[in-house]
């Protein structure tokens, strides 16, 4: 036994509209469509129903009807499980720590094979409805949510300081998302796809200053099933897999701002994660090939792509520019296009991730296709980056 | 030392609670006092105020005003907000270093540069107060 873990298959649902409301005479079902994919992600990684022995869930949004929507899942798959059935939740990293929980029983011996799983159900409640929840998420509610703190608002001082202290512009952060758009037109799961130039991003109205339409996440639903074995599980199916090389955690004790005052456009927390992830995989950033990160706006790519020293501290954004994290690029970052266009739908999202790293270690990416893909990186977070979950994955063939 | 009171038109959009211990310092800023909680142990100063001292854990702290005085350090417009903030919209929020080594959140005021001087101001609202930075 080599006590790896791999990703051995996955299966996502297109990002994009899909949940419905009572008006409608039909509405999809958040189970039927979560079920089809864990039936297709199961036939992608090899396996057999009976292999299965714990389902790691991310907690529904509460505007999703069915509750317990876990054990209501094991019943309706008729999945009898000795490992663990659960739900998990942490804001945006949910999706990542879901993952991770999978890994974690592959690596305690509780399963030889563990779904991460999910539905994010959300694009019928308002984005001014669905802020009043959030806001509440993003900071202190006494202390920070009275003065009117939105959760992208963290990320738009992050842009004001960034520019103010490394003579960055806003073009050259907006040049994140027409690279992002240019990577989501070869994903058929991406929510936004058509082409998309600089004088696009830059014409948007503005959502929080610097940051325009284009330049933070849309809403979205989604849905997502990654299968998640033993390495010698994995081997003895025949198919080629993702090794889990690395896994970095950091939490800095902070919640959107120190408060003792920091460098807080360095992502110390991504920083520290990324360190123990290099240093358990043995690698640094030269060896990394493509890096799918969490990134809700173009600067937040900008800031966790420099904390990981994928790109040089106060360059991220002339790099994005300049082609340098493109596809075909020095260091591909975000093939899928990112949160930005590929879409975030947020409970959800980081479990894209690691669909994408499959997608790219069994060279089936189509126009967004890194050559040689061996080694992919992912991230998630938590607030402003306080906390980050990072992985390190490599391509077994 | 008391800070420059501004009258603002209308009740908050979203109105703090406020605790046993945290009702001096909702209480103080209609006083003009801006002030936090200093640990009596490490002598650490915290924001908010609480009752315990979150770096070495004592649950001895005492009451300190601050001067109001400190440098901005970001800021942001805020074009789209929440439902109960849509009336204030475009609003200016930012994050303040004080003088004492406290980094907070908090509305601005005005005009004012990253790294610039920037003074705390009480904004008085009908139905109670807050706090901003111009």
Known sequence: MTNNVAILGGAALPVGKWQGSSEDETQHLEHELLAKLVMDAMEDAGL????????????PRPYTQQKYFATFMANYLNLPCDGLVMEVLGNGMTPALAFQTAVDQVTLGR?????????????ATS??????????????????TPFGFTPISWYAMDAVRYIHEFGSSREELASVAVKNRAHAMHNPIAQYRKPMTLDDVLAQRPIV???????????????????????????ATGKSYARIRGAGFYHEGAHQINETPNDMIAFGSARRAGEKAYAQAGMNAKDIDFAELYAPCTIVEVLVSEALDLVARGEGGRM????????????????SGGLQSRGHPAYVTAL?????????????AGGRQVEGAGIGMTSAELGNYNAALVHILEAVQ | MTLPIVDMPGKRSYPPRQSDFTIKFWQGLGDGIFQTTRCVKCQKLS???????????????VWETLSGKGTLYSKTTVYAGPAVFKEELPYQVGIVDLDENIRIA????GDAKLDAPVEMVILKYEDGNLYAAR
Request: with cysteine; hydrophobic share 40%.
């Open chain 1, 352 to 364: 894209y991730s690691y669909i994408e790293v499959l997608d790219q270690f069994r060279n089936r």
């Open chain 1, 209 to 235: 200053d610097p940051l325009g339409l284009f330049e933070v996440p849309g809403r979205a639903d989604g849905a997502v099933c990654v299968v998640v074995a033993d390495e010698d599980v994995a081997k």
């Open chain 1, 320 to 335: 994005a520019a300049a082609g340098e994290t493109s596809v075909g690029g020095r260091i591909p970052i975000c093939t």
């Open chain 1, 127 to 144: 984005s001014y409805d669905h802020m009043m929840s959030s806001m509440r998420a993003t900071g202190d509610v006494d202390f920070h």
């Open chain 1, 111 to 123: 399963a030889k094979v563990a779904l991460a799983l999910g539905v994010n159900f959300e694009s």
């Open chain 1, 48 to 59: 057999e129903k009976s292999d299965i022995s714990s389902l790691i869930f991310t907690l």
């Open chain 2, 106 to 109: 908090t509305r601005v005021l």
């Open chain 2, 47 to 61: 924001f908010p105020p609480k009752p315990i001292c979150p770096h070495c854990w004592s649950k001895e702290t």
